[in-house]
């Protein structure tokens, strides 16, 4: 059995400078959204029908205003563009193209 220490090995040789821009490109790679996979897209939209048509809270995993957003709330209406969602606090016109995933919060089994 291999058990390889990662990037503890090379970490020595390298130079505080890479280390800061390695740490910094990940830190701006954390903040980027992702460019979803047909599969996952596919995913999204089930589990957002299912949360729409059951009327179960869904979490959803937002891209607005350069910076990620998790609110939790029932869908109220979805259409090709929108989704309205409905949390505790408010209500939320939310763009179809602004979620990155979604979650079913109530406990679920078929």
């Known amino acids: 059995m291999i058990r390889d220490r ?3 090995k090379w970490t020595s ?4 400078e890479h280390l800061a821009l390695i740490k910094q490109l990940k830190q701006e790679e954390k903040q980027q959204p ?17 949360a729409y048509a059951l009327q179960v809270n869904v979490e959803l995993l937002l891209w607005n205003n350069e910076q990620f957003e998790q609110p939790i709330g029932t869908i109220k209406s979805i259409n090709t563009k929108t989704l309205i969602l409905e ?5 939320k016109k939310i763009p179809l ?3 990155q995933s979604a979650r079913l919060v109530d406990d679920f089994y078929d």
């Open 13 to 16: 040789m390298m130079l505080p």
């Open 87 to 91: 949390t505790s606090t408010s209500v």
């Open 97 to 99: 193209q602004n979620i």
């Open 34 to 50: 992702k460019e979803l996979a047909e599969w996952e897209l596919e995913e999204l939209q089930q589990t957002i029908d299912q």
């Open 6 to 8: 990662g990037n503890i």
